[in-house]
């Protein structure tokens, strides 16, 4: 079966630009998690949602930064007015249900860089 | 202090060597602990998981896991050029969604 996928895999954005990210997650998966990674750091959550709705927004850094699901399926992060510290390669996971020991498995993300 | 700690390497072992990867954690309710391979551009994958403490080997690899020391371990035997990645641990607790990471250990097996 077909594993998590985003487009585009790269994305090249002038400052002040908005850009959209999608997230096409494992059929049946019910949570949905954005994580952002930077050069040398560690994955930093972003937003996890469940079916729909999002029980928590709490990693978005500012509000420049939002996110939709559809249908309990697909979704999209946007990001208004990039900025040069938004350059990240941003990671998107589905997992069968949210929390507990159901496990994350993750697409191989959208590199994006913020000329 | 972070929620996770990793020391991020590099470590650069021999081949057929046995690797012992480590992370550190002050959340106590931490119950759930997953050990993830990632490859260079490519998304995470997960290795391992187990719930609270205890061992569980799945073929060359073994994960640990002792809460009341708040450290876990992931062992490779006989480690093989392949296995050249960076790990990353993750945790969380029973009511929680996300999962918390620590910032990965970059391993290299040389031939």
């Known amino acids: 079966g077909a594993g998590v996928s985003q487009s585009p895999s790269n994305k090249v954005t002038e400052k002040g630009k908005d850009v959209e990210l999608r997230c096409d997650p494992i059929s049946g998966h019910t949570a949905l998690y954005w994580y952002r990674q930077s050069l040398g750091q560690g994955l930093e959550f972003l937003i996890y949602?469940?079916?729909?709705?999002?029980?928590?927004k709490s990693g978005l850094p500012s509000d420049r930064f939002s996110a939709e699901r559809t249908g309990g399926s697909v979704s999209t992060l946007t990001i208004q007015r990039t900025q040069q510290e938004d350059s990240a390669v941003y990671l998107c996971?589905?997992?069968?249900?949210?929390?507990?020991?159901?496990?994350?498995?993750f697409g191989n993300g959208t590199r994006l860089t913020v000329t | 202090q972070k929620e996770v700690e990793q020391d991020p390497g590099p470590l650069s072992v021999p081949e057929g060597a046995i690797v012992s990867l480590n992370c550190t954690y002050s959340n106590s309710a931490f119950q759930y602990f997953m050990w993830y391979r990632q490859y260079s551009r490519k998304g995470p994958e997960l290795l391992m998981y187990t719930y609270s403490s205890g061992n569980k080997e799945d073929g060359r690899f073994t994960a640990q896991v002792d809460k009341s020391s708040k450290y876990i371990s992931l062992f490779i035997r006989d480690s093989q050029p392949s296995d050249s990645a960076t790990y990353l641990c993750?945790?969380?607790?029973?009511?929680?969604?996300?999962?918390?990471f620590g910032k990965g250990t970059k391993l290299s097996v040389k031939p």
């Open positions: 996971a589905s997992s069968l249900q949210g929390g507990g020991s159901s496990p994350l498995h």
């Open positions: 949602f469940q079916g729909n709705s999002a029980p928590d």
């Open positions: 993750a945790m969380r607790g029973g009511s929680q969604g996300n999962l918390i």
